[in-house]
């Protein structure tokens, strides 16, 4: 694919040289205690991947009231790792445990293996169909997301296929589309405004088919579990995220690029930081309500409206880790591909793409540094595409505002 020296692609590419080093660099830091120290929480290949298969495990032994018992689950990771082995805790609703049984029966390193191959491989067919461009699939490879997901073992790179897949499909294969986000439903946070934008489109057969797909699978884990893990899920799971993500400390607080965590390492009180967190909420969801309100309705969701739909995800959500970004740097692929915007466009010009593209890593050395300034810079981003996107949708969609602008009766001297 041919880019000029400032389009979207060319400026992934070059933050892409910078940025993919100082990652390995930064993952290859993280993962030296492994050969060096001790056994700690941090020093189990796969990290989380190590509690769903864990958590499987143990639904597959019919031990699932230990799942969702913080105490009884962090015991059982020590019986299996060693008295070393930190806390762990499975915070994903009943509906996950349905793919975590599935792989409860295997070696854990068979099942991280499958977990890291099949995420990557659905994120890159989900941002490369049909068209498979060759920059834009290296770029897909080389994401510094891609390589933290598999690295840590982290559900990202899955999620945002579902994201992106279900919202680019929604169009031609709208009973597909339906399934992928139904099927959102092991992280729901991720597809809390995605409802709403298929209510402005109109999309039924998307919104019946997410429907039947999330009431099927909180049926057939009622059938299998009954409905006492619901009931251990809502008394001991949510609680302890909520306590986690209000009170806890060390490196997994920093990875939080949310509004409320913000507030929280600047040293502001639960109640300050839930309002913090309040604030960006209103003014995200009130810009894309505007923005779908404006938009005309086009018969399917394009990379634009994708990638606003992912910042205010992030942004209205207070618990959620840089990992999770990669709903918004897929979508940012799509830009590339499309390759829509004019050099003269504003979000080029401003480089608004690469500060975005870079944020998830950028972000967390921020918080580090106690400079956590993430949450502004996702909504500056998402009020530049909010005005860009406003702007095209007035001379239709799919359009370039910088072409159209150039080419108004206004330019021209007309009336």
């Not at 607080?253 to 965590?261: A, G, N, S, V, W």
């Not at 739909?309 to 970004?325: E, G, Q, R």
């Amino acid at each position: 694919m041919h880019c000029s020296e400032n389009s979207v692609s060319q400026q992934i590419i070059q933050a892409t040289r910078i940025i993919l080093p100082c990652t390995l660099v930064l993952l290859t830091m993280d993962l030296w205690p492994f050969f060096t120290e001790p056994l700690s929480r941090g020093q189990t290949i796969g990290r989380d991947a190590y509690s769903f298969w864990s958590a499987g495990m143990l639904a597959f032994e019919g031990r699932t009231s230990e799942i969702y018992n913080n105490e009884a689950f962090s015991l059982a990771i020590k019986q299996l790792l060693g008295p070393e082995a930190g806390h762990h805790s499975f915070p994903y609703p009943p509906p996950a445990l349905l793919g975590a049984f599935a792989f409860g029966w295997l070696p854990y390193k068979v099942t991280l293996f499958i977990l890291s191959i099949a995420g990557f491989f659905a994120f890159l067919f989900t941002i490369n169909f049909p068209d498979f461009k060759k920059n834009i699939v290296w770029l897909t490879i080389l994401m510094p997301l891609t390589w933290c997901n598999i690295v840590l073992g982290q559900n990202g790179l899955l999620t945002a296929a579902l994201f992106i897949g279900g919202l680019r499909l929604a169009n031609h294969r709208p009973i597909i589309a339906g399934i992928l986000i139904g099927c959102l439903a092991y992280k729901p946070t991720m597809a809390i405004l995605i409802p709403m934008a298929l209510l402005f489109e109109r999309r039924w057969i998307v919104i019946f088919s997410a429907t039947v797909t999330l009431l099927s699978l909180c049926i057939i884990t009622t059938l299998m579990w009954g409905t006492e893990i619901w009931t251990i899920y809502l008394q001991h799971a949510i609680p302890f995220q909520r306590m986690f993500l209000e009170h806890g400390t060390g490196i997994g607080q920093t990875m939080k690029l949310t509004p409320f965590m913000s507030a929280h390492l600047l040293g502001y009180d639960t109640t300050s930081s839930y309002l913090l967190q309040l604030l960006f909420t209103i003014v995200t969801i009130g810009t894309v309500i505007i923005y779908f309100l404006k938009k005309k309705r086009s018969g399917s969701f394009n990379a634009l409206d994708i990638t606003i739909l992912a910042i205010a995800t992030i942004l209205i959500v207070p618990y959620n880790h840089f990992y999770d970004l990669a709903i918004i740097t897929g979508s940012l692929l799509l830009l590339a591909a499309e390759n829509t915007f004019t050099p003269k466009n504003m979000l080029l010009k401003s480089r608004i793409f690469v500060l975005l593209y870079i944020l998830p890593i950028l972000g967390v050395l921020l918080n580090a540094l106690l400079l956590p300034i993430s949450p502004v810079i996702l909504l500056i981003g998402l009020l530049m595409l909010y005005f860009t996107g406003s702007r095209a949708h007035a001379w239709g969609p799919n359009t370039d505002v910088s072409t159209k602008q150039e080419n108004s009766p206004l330019r021209r001297g007309g009336a």
